[in-house]
Each structure stands twice: as C-alpha cells, then as structure tokens.
C-alpha cells in the first residue's frame, strides 16, 4: 500500500474557469483505490468550500478517470509501452 498525491487542471462553471484539483489515492498490487479530492485551487486560493454537491460528483468522475488514465500511463511507461 502507497499514499499517493496528484493534481490536474480541469474548467468548471458557466464562464469556464481554469481550477486546479488535488487528489489522494492509496496504490497497492491490485490497482489504484480510495481516490479522494482533497481540496480544489485558482491561483493558490482553496475554493473547494463554493461547489455544491453536484459539481463536486462531477469533479469526482472527471477525478477519478483522468487518475486510472494517468496511472496507466505510468504502469506502461515502466514497461516500456509507451
């Protein structure tokens, strides 16, 4: 087991607004689990506090899919893959 941060840039909101999404995930033989956002930034400022609960599902899934992209590309790359 390994606890593991990352972070991506994403936009949200009516005027699309560049933020910055910080998460943790725990990594063992079997894959990646218990991914979890953290806190959401513009610019250094945490407005994880401002999004309702909808937009914080929605950051979830975007999370955790571009997490699994991102953790596969680096299980391929220590194979040589890509």
Same mark, same amino acid.
Not at 65 to 71: A, I, N
Not at 74 to 80: A, E, R, V
């Given at each position: 087991? %390994? ?5 991506f840039? #994403? $936009?949200? @909101? ?7 999404? +910080?998460? %943790?995930?725990?990594?063992?033989e +079997? @894959?990646?689990? =218990?991914? =979890?956002?953290? $806190?959401? #930034?513009? !610019?250094?400022?945490?407005l #994880?506090?401002?999004?309702?609960a =909808?937009? *914080? /599902?929605?950051?979830?899934?975007? /999370? %955790?899919? !571009? &997490?699994?992209? +991102?953790? *596969?590309? &680096? !299980? =391929?790359?220590d194979?040589? *893959? *890509?």
């Amino acid at each position: 087991m %390994s606890d593991m941060q990352w972070q991506f840039e #994403t $936009k949200t @909101g009516e005027g699309q607004f560049e933020i910055t999404v +910080h998460v %943790s995930y725990e990594v063992d033989e +079997h @894959g990646i689990y =218990n991914d =979890n956002i953290d $806190k959401i #930034t513009q !610019k250094d400022f945490d407005l #994880t506090g401002i999004f309702c609960a =909808n937009q *914080l /599902a929605e950051l979830e899934m975007e /999370a %955790s899919m !571009k &997490l699994r992209d +991102h953790y *596969l590309g &680096l !299980k =391929n790359s220590d194979f040589g *893959l *890509l």
